[in-house]
């Protein structure tokens, strides 16, 4: 008797943490990045305008904080074209509208991206003060966002535009109980349906963590400016190490996938390599079949799917 060995694939998932760092642990890179709006599309941001989603669950009612990473343009992390020159606007929005606009879910800034009750704004230019330190936005109330129940809880958003200027303005948020320190709210989330990013110069991987739910069929994944410095691959429940397009300087390139029963109410990883030792900023965003826009979580809903592999028993006399 003879026993062969069958390798088929399934997925285990591997829960992660909380965190309210956005750009989380999970998604790798360190940060987004908006050029001023006279600045060329070629330096990777399609678009001049970033916009960010928090969940606040419903079952936290103490005030909370968005801390922004060096929101100033002119410091250590930005990257500069001649002499800096650039504004950055950061405006917080909750209320009705903030996000069920459909205009706030575009991936560009369309007329009512900036949807909802506007509740605070900051332009930031080279302000010293501000270079590599946090500059605090807060405090809120979670009953002032939109609440949504399928999300469960209130929803705010922050659209962060680059008002003046040809210069990258790379920072980061985190979601914060405390004004002066980084403490995670037990629950909270971020989503986005567009990124401009900084991918990893160390040869490392970014990720971004698309949901797919029941009614997606296929998705096509877009990127744009990735100068073919990298490789872009697909994980799902039902997919490993999936091949997807890389675009050129300047320009865009797609991917579809198709959807498996298997893979809806789950997370996509999809994986952003860059080669080692290059600064490249890309922007990627995910449409559905009907050419929706599909959000992306900081912390992937359902937790990262990690490939795992089952044994089957093939038995013959």
């Known amino acids: ?8 694939g399934l997925v285990l ?4 943490s909380v965190a309210q760092a956005i750009p989380s642990k999970a998604e ?6 908006t050029f001023g709006k006279q600045a060329e599309a070629s330096w990777g941001d399609d678009d001049f305008s970033q916009t960010i989603f928090f969940i606040i669950p419903k079952n936290y009612t103490k005030p909370f904080y968005i801390r922004i990473f060096d929101p100033e343009v002119g410091g250590m992390h930005d990257e500069k074209k001649g002499d800096f020159n650039t504004y950055t606007r950061f405006t917080l929005y909750g209320g009705k509208g903030a996000h069920s606009n459909k205009a706030a879910r575009s991936i560009d800034p369309i007329p009512g991206y900036n949807s909802g009750v506007r509740i605070y704004s900051k332009t930031f230019g080279g302000q010293p003060q501000y270079d590599n330190k946090f500059y605090v936005m807060g405090p809120f109330k979670p009953i002032d966002g939109e609440y949504d129940a399928n999300m469960g809880g209130y929803i705010f958003k922050i659209t962060v535009d680059g008002v003046k200027g040809d210069d990258g303005n790379l920072y980061n948020f985190f979601l914060s109980s405390q004004s002066n320190s980084n403490v995670s709210i037990d629950g909270a989330n971020a989503f986005t349906y567009e990124y401009a990013l900084r991918l990893k110069s160390d040869g490392g991987v970014s990720h971004i963590y698309p949901f797919i739910d029941a009614g997606l069929s296929s998705v096509i994944l877009y990127n744009f400016d990735y100068d073919k410095d ?3 691959y697909v994980y799902t429940v039902s997919k490993n190490r999936h091949v997807s397009a890389v675009s050129a300087d300047n320009v865009w390139a797609k991917q579809a996938h198709k959807m498996t029963k298997a893979e809806h109410n789950t997370s996509m990883d999809v994986q952003l390599f860059n080669k080692k030792g290059v600064n490249n900023n890309v922007t990627v965003y995910v449409l559905n079949q009907y050419e929706d826009a599909v959000g992306f979580f900081s912390v992937p809903i359902g937790g990262v799917p990690k490939y795992r592999y089952k044994v089957k028993v093939n038995i013959t006399q």
């Open 1 to 8: 008797m003879k026993i062969y060995f069958t390798v088929i």
């Open 13 to 16: 998932f591997s829960l992660t």
């Open 28 to 33: 790798g890179f360190e940060y987004f990045v």
């Open 230 to 232: 990298g490789e872009v």
